[in-house]
T-cell receptor, first 110, second 117 residues
Framework: RKEVEQDPGPFNVPEGATVAFNCTYS??????FFWYRQDCRKEPKLLMS???SGNEDGRFTAQLNRASQYISLLIRDSKLSDSATYLC???????????FGTGTKLQVIP | DTAVSQTPKYLVTQMGNDKSIKCEQN?????MYWYKQDSKKFLKIMFS???????INETVPNRFSPKSPDKAHLNLHINSLELGDSAVYFC????????????????FGSGTQLSVL
């Protein structure tokens, strides 16, 4: 089993739709979790951290389920500018032993 | 001002050559990294330095040699380039405070597209 797994997609959704991505991780001792966004031919940029209690930032909601070892990202009212690859990131140890998922590609269609 | 800058942005070279990629961060971070993103877009850590000391050295051919002259710089030198080295290389930095804190965010440079012909 891969350390961090994501559905590569692509997810093609119309503008205004709600879309959700999941990401599973294998190491139950993982300590911190993030969602990054990567636009085509650009560097990854932090979208949001994922907290145990769940967190929301505008149209974006991230949740963590430690029992089932997955994190999720929900995007409401999708915009064309949301089109990107969303990378799940899990930190399983000190000194930033981070593992990136392969990413889920989202394409928002007019 | 660019927070994490790496040069060059594009690097096209012949097999067997030696090349370097430079990275600098002005965020005051104490930890820097090199990541490789291959054609399948998988982003994998290569090296991590904390306060100029090597912390993480994943299974990378010893043709790859990182050098950190100070906390703000982490350069990557590659000897005897091979076709399989073609990829995008990202430099990144974070602040861990020397404790190996696990909740720190990564800031990436814009990447170096390396093409080995």
């Amino acid at each position: 089993r891969k350390e961090v797994e994501q559905d590569p997609g692509p997810f093609n959704v119309p503008e205004g739709a709600t879309v959700a991505f999941n990401c599973t991780y294998s190491n139950s001792a993982s300590q911190s979790f993030f969602w990054y966004r990567q636009d085509c031919r650009k560097e990854p940029k932090l979208l949001m951290s994922v907290y145990s209690s769940g967190n929301e930032d505008g149209r974006f909601t991230a949740q963590l389920n430690r029992a089932s070892q997955y994190i999720s990202l929900l995007i409401r009212d999708s915009k064309l500018s949301d089109s990107a690859t969303y990378l799940c990131v899990v930190n399983s140890g000190g000194y930033q032993k981070v593992t990136f998922g392969t990413g889920t590609k989202l394409q928002v269609i007019p | 001002d660019t927070a994490v800058s790496q040069t060059p942005k594009y690097l096209v070279t012949q097999m067997g050559n030696d090349k370097s990629i430079k990275c600098e961060q002005n965020l005051g971070h104490d930890t820097m990294y090199w990541y490789k993103q291959d054609s399948k877009k998988f982003l994998k850590i290569m090296f991590s330095y904390n306060n100029k000391e090597l912390i993480i050295n994943e299974t990378v051919p010893n043709r790859f040699s990182p050098k950190s002259p100070d906390k703000a710089h982490l350069n990557l030198h590659i000897n005897s380039l091979e076709l399989g080295d073609s990829a995008v290389y990202f430099c990144a930095s974070s602040h861990t405070g020397g404790s190996g804190a696990t909740n720190e965010k990564l800031f990436f440079g814009s990447g170096t597209q390396l093409s080995v012909l």
